[in-house]
């Protein structure tokens, strides 16, 4: 039985570790480029380590995950490649009809990939959430506020901010959407840092102003891996929703909106549950 468990905990971190390997596979031998290979493998390998380690009950495993994945995206990808990981350079490169950088880690991470792993990206990639969890305010001070209709207005502006660079016409956009990818990140962080502290809150800039929930949210609702409430061993005690950085109520099977595109698979609640509930 001991051994049986034992390999119980490797299953998550494997099946993991496996879907990034074949996207690292796939991209390489259809892109004849060998840099998808090492992206997706250590991507995935990066994120196996941090559900291991949670099988392990390792209190820092998710943060693990988190600073591997976003420390290498926004500084190796982002400053040293000079590629605009950030919605403008989904954007960029859409418009230029090339199928590789954004766009492919956008079809995987936040179109296509919160099929499997939900939001996912938001609890162990995201280098502007990366920095937001270690403010004070990790579990929300106040109910959730009706500010979510502001992500649209940032999600369309950074389309037309680039839709207007392309109809002007505009000279060295390989630049500009690098100096976009430095300034929107400056930016992202201010609002978010602010947020957190105003509204005493460290995800308030997830859930009220980033434009990426928009991809992330709808595809989210029919996630795979997905935290699940054993009712016969619950005990309404609340805890789960106490310690939960998105607000989100665990305990109810149902997909309502606010449950099914909100949870970031921090497995805080699976951590503060007194009778192995979830």
């Not at 999600?155 to 929107?184: D, R």
């Not at 929930?213 to 106490?242: A, N, W």
Request: proline fraction near 4%; charged fraction near 15%.
């Amino acid at each position: 039985m001991k051994q049986a468990n034992k390999i119980k905990k490797f299953i998550v971190p494997a099946m993991m570790w496996l879907i990034f390997e074949t996207i690292a596979i796939t991209l390489w031998l259809t892109m004849k480029n060998i840099f998808y290979l090492f992206n997706f493998t250590y991507i995935g390998t990066s994120l196996a380590i941090g559900f291991l380690l949670f099988q392990f009950q390792y209190k820092h495993a998710r943060r693990i995950s988190q600073f591997l994945v976003g420390t290498y995206m926004f500084v190796y990808l982002g400053l040293f490649c000079n590629e605009n990981m950030q919605i403008e350079g989904f954007w960029y490169y859409l418009f230029t009809g090339v199928f590789e950088a954004a766009t492919i880690h956008y079809a995987v991470a936040k179109i296509f990939g919160p099929l499997i792993f939900g939001r996912g990206w938001c609890g162990y990639a995201c280098w502007t959430a990366m920095i937001l969890d270690l403010l004070p305010y990790k579990v929300p001070q106040y109910p959730r506020k009706k500010w979510g209709w502001i992500r649209y207005i940032t999600f369309f502006l950074s389309f037309i901010f680039v839709s207007a660079l392309f109809l002007m016409h505009a000279k060295n956009m390989a630049k500009m959407m690098f100096w976009a990818f430095l300034i929107g990140n400056g930016l992202y962080y201010i609002i978010g840092i602010s947020l957190a502290f105003a509204l005493k809150d460290n995800r308030a800039f997830c859930k009220y102003i980033c434009p990426i929930t928009v991809f992330l949210k709808p595809m989210s609702y029919f996630s795979l891996m997905r935290i699940r409430c054993d009712k016969d061993k619950c005990v309404s005690c609340g805890k789960c929703k106490k310690v939960c950085p998105m607000n989100v109520d665990m305990t109810d099977p149902s997909r309502k909106r606010e449950n099914a595109t909100e949870c970031i698979l921090c497995f805080e609640c699976v951590k503060a549950c007194p009778k192995n509930a979830l």
